[in-house]
């Protein structure tokens, strides 16, 4: 098999970095001056065993690889409000012997929330969820650090409709063997609701920044109660944290003084975008569906949403702002 990373950024260029280390056969897919470090550098990935340079194919549109192969397994690691794009310009591209990747490969979602699925189901017919557990961190063009150990990554897989099969099993195998656990699940997207319980954070640490604080963790329990709240209205299952637990602790723990997670990140960079509209706006798409007030996850998509659009620098806002954003929102004294 060869693997196709569409969106080799954090999470992507790490899992494409240890999956080439490992023997398999990679390409990584990223645009700009990314796209020209890593050509011309190669990826400079370090985890928390050693730094590495992996001098691999680097594409930016599917043109650049001629005719897909019947054994590609695309890997969509793009942030869930670039997938669209992502999707129809892979989905189109022809395969060896006849047909569309849309119609032949099999396409796995590796991004936080829950949309990218259905987005990928109304365009592909083999598509998987991946419930991804690797804190990585994008350094600048070419550079990515994943300092978790004693493994780089947990990454629940499945079909995103439930079930799984052959394809999922080897894909699987094959990130066993190149630092990461994959448990492949009859129901990875349960995981994938219960990772986004964690990720309704992300707005709060990218516009207050990253450093924890008691305020911080009671705004957000607030969101996850909402969250909640709106999961038991629409009928919807999710890990347990007894789950979670089992499944990470004391296999990816991450070193002091790691920098902010992805919706920083983005902020950091200024890519003008962040995920919150598929995080907290998942949260307040629901409830909206349900009858469920989502005051406080409104506020938090609506304010990172502020600072992507006119490049406010990641925690730039006091957490006592924020909070009581929060509070008149969802009606307290």
């Known amino acids: 098999m060869r693997y196709i990373i569409i969106g080799a950024g954090a999470v992507g260029a790490t899992i494409g970095g240890r999956l080439a280390e490992s023997g398999r056969e990679v390409v990584l897919v990223a645009r700009g001056a990314h ?9 400079r990935l370090t985890t928390a065993d050693k730094k590495r340079v992996h001098r691999l194919p680097v594409a930016t549109r599917p043109a650049d690889l001629g005719e897909l ?12 409000q670039d997938a669209v794009a992502a999707l129809d310009t892979w989905g189109a591209a022809e395969v060896a012997g006849g047909g569309t990747a849309a119609q032949r490969l099999p396409l796995l979602c590796a991004q936080n929330g829950v949309e990218s699925e259905r987005l990928a189901l109304r365009r592909f017919a083999r598509v998987y969820g991946v419930c991804v557990w690797l804190p990585s961190t994008f350094l600048e ?12 990554g947990i990454l629940h897989l499945g079909r995103a409709a439930g079930g799984a099969d052959r394809r999922i099993r080897e894909v699987a ?11 492949v699940v009859e129901d990875v ?10 990720n ?24 996850v109660h909402e969250a909640k709240a709106v999961f038991g209205a629409a009928g919807i299952a999710y890990a347990s944290e007894a789950e979670q637990s089992a499944a990470r602790d004391g296999k990816v723990e991450q070193p002091a003084g790691i920098r902010g997670g992805s919706s920083w990140q983005s902020l950091a960079r200024g890519t003008g975008s962040v995920e919150a509209d598929y995080l907290n706006g998942e949260i307040c798409l629901l409830g909206r569906l349900h009858g469920v007030p989502t005051p406080v996850n409104e506020v938090l998509r609506h304010a990172a949403n502020i600072f992507a659009r006119e490049s406010l620098p990641p925690g730039a806002m006091s957490i006592a702002d924020l909070t009581a954003l929060a509070d008149e929102a969802a009606g307290r004294p």
């Open 35 to 43: 796209a020209e470090a890593l050509r011309t550098s190669g990826l």
């Open 69 to 80: 192969r019947p054994d590609d397994v695309l890997f969509l690691t793009v942030k869930t």
């Open 141 to 152: 063009p070419g550079v990515v650090s994943a300092l978790c150990s004693p493994l780089t």
């Open 173 to 183: 195998a094959d990130l066993d063997g190149a630092g990461f656990e994959a448990p």
């Open 189 to 198: 997207m349960r995981w994938k609701y219960a990772k986004l319980l964690g």
């Open 200 to 223: 309704l954070g992300n707005a709060i640490q990218a516009t207050t920044g990253p450093e924890p604080d008691p305020a911080k963790a009671a705004l957000m329990l607030r969101a």
